[in-house]
């Protein structure tokens, strides 16, 4: 189904390492707001979407979400990459290295480990995509977050990035939410689920 490119969509190149920073950006790898979270949610949504251009529409984003993901956990690598114990002390990521080394593991920056509850499918498109819209929000302001603390320009750019993609997958959704209700009944379209109900033409 996926053809996979060896390269990232957006390089990281990072040249100093920083576990404080890694700490926080890990969130957006597992946590509550992360793309681990945003392509399960939308690979797992399409499957009962009713009308092919949305299907369609949540697999690219869901399939771009992974190389999301696969940015966000280059960036935590590399800030975690030949750190000495001292470093890993000093800077906070010692609770993290007893249990993981530097190997990537999903967790929010505050050490809750990823849960598949934080996505919903739910099997009514109005829902779906109304939950879809709500995910882009808290990504990007999760971005928005991590851009107020971090001032090196290596890690700046790719977060950067990213929070660019969540608005423009957030105005996608606001389309798809459109198309959806001009599907349905207009003046009555929350009475059924059209994944269910038989829609009346």
């Known amino acids: 189904m996926w053809t996979y490119e060896r390269r990232l969509q957006f390089p990281v190149k990072i040249s100093t390492p920083d576990p404080k920073m890694a700490q926080l ?3 957006q790898f597992g946590g509550p707001d ?6 399960m949610r939308y690979l797992s949504q399409r499957y009962s979407m009713p ?3 949305i299907t369609g529409l949540l697999t690219d ?3 771009e979400e992974l190389a999301h993901m696969e940015i966000i956990s280059a960036i935590v690598y590399q800030l975690t990459k030949n750190l000495t114990v001292e470093q890993l ?8 290295y007893i249990d993981h080394t530097t190997g990537l593991w999903p967790q929010a920056a505050g050490g809750i480990p990823f849960n598949s509850c934080f996505f919903q499918s739910k099997g009514d498109a109005l829902t779906d995509l109304t939950e879809d819209l709500a995910a882009e929000q808290k990504a990007r ?4 977050n991590i851009l107020r603390l971090v001032t090196d320009p290596e890690i700046v750019e790719p977060i950067r990035f990213l929070r660019e993609r969540e608005v423009i997958h957030f105005q996608r959704f606001g ?5 959806v209700q001009e599907h349905l009944d207009a003046k009555n379209f929350y009475a059924m689920n059209p994944e ?5 033409s």
């Not at 302001?141 to 928005?144: A, R, S």
């Not at 389309?175 to 198309?179: G, I, N, P, T």
Request: proline share 0%; net charge negative.
């Open 196 to 200: 269910l109900d038989k829609i009346m």
């Open 141 to 144: 302001t999760t971005y928005d």
């Open 51 to 53: 009308y092919k251009e």
């Open 25 to 27: 950006i890990i969130s």
């Open 89 to 96: 002390k000093t800077g906070g990521f010692d609770a993290y």
């Open 175 to 179: 389309e798809a939410l459109v198309r």
């Open 61 to 63: 984003i869901g399939t």
């Open 34 to 39: 992360g793309e681990l979270a945003a392509s």
